[in-house]
Antibody, heavy 123, light 111 residues
Framework: QVQLVESGGGVVQPGRSLRLSCAAS????????MHWVRQAPGKGLEWVAV????????YYADSVKGRFTISRDNSKNTLYLQMNSLRDEDTALYYC????????????????WGQGTMVTVSS | QSALTQPASVSGSPGQSITISCTGT?????????VSWYQQHPGKAPKFLIY???KRPSGVSNRFSGSKSGNTASLTISGLQAEDEADYHC???????????FGGGTKLTVL
């Protein structure tokens, strides 16, 4: 079945780095844009970044621009999020999510979600 | 503070209908018909409910419907059931600068 499985979360000190991964299965990964969305404990959802189906276009939320990098390896059906210069306010459950448009465009809605991986930034 | 404004909580009795509002601005929901809605049960990932204001993905119950007027989008749930008790999040495309904004989420209680 269609599935997204995140990994790579953990506890990290402020200023350090972490790389998240999201393994996709059950669909043609290379046809879909992919997003990262995060949720701080007890808070609402916050969009983080998107990458186009072929990796040629990447967009970021202002809160992470210049610190986070989204990438993908279509040969491995895997999405990544490299997080540098981490801050306390980056503490959240990070979800990868599939864009609902599988025709090469970005539909700006999220139809499949993983279960999330927790990132805690703390000294 | 979230870019889209949702009520913190709403409630209704089984069988009733409720509506959750999601108020944005002319920079997001008021201009783009790219409003989506998600249901999230405690400890679970969000579930896709509505896209492009009022379109329902296959497999989503027709008890869920979406609409928009001006800067405010709405999610209506008819025939409330106990399993509808969850948090509901709205989301909108917000143009090439901000890109995506979410609401703060609304907790639905089924009495």
């Amino acid at each position: 079945q269609v599935q997204l499985v995140e990994s790579g979360g953990g506890v990290v000190q402020p200023g350090r780095s972490l790389r998240l991964s999201c393994a996709a299965s059950g669909f043609t990964f290379s046809s879909y844009a992919m997003h990262w969305v995060r949720q701080a404990p007890g808070k609402g959802l916050e969009w983080v970044a998107v990458i186009s189906y072929d990796g040629s276009n990447k967009y970021y939320a202002d809160s992470v621009k210049g610190r986070f990098t989204i990438s993908r390896d279509n040969s491995k059906n895997t999405l990544y999020l490299q997080m540098n210069s981490l801050r306390d306010e980056d503490t959240a459950l990070y979800y990868c999510a599939r864009d609902r448009d599988g025709d090469g465009y970005i539909g700006w809605a999220f139809d499949i979600w993983g279960q999330g991986t927790m990132v805690t930034v703390s000294s | 503070q979230s870019a889209l404004t949702q009520p913190a909580s709403v409630s209704g009795s089984p069988g009733q209908s409720i509506t959750i509002s999601c108020t944005g601005t002319s920079s997001d929901a008021g201009t783009y018909n790219l409003v989506s809605w998600y249901q999230q049960h405690p400890g679970k990932a969000p579930k896709f409910l509505i896209y492009e204001v009022s379109k329902r993905p296959s497999g989503v119950s027709n008890r869920f419907s979406g609409s928009k007027s001006g800067n405010t989008a709405s999610l209506t749930i008819s025939g409330l059931q106990a399993e509808d008790e969850a948090d509901y999040h709205c989301c909108s495309y917000a143009g090439s600068t901000t890109l995506v904004v979410f609401g703060g989420g609304t907790k639905l209680t089924v009495l």
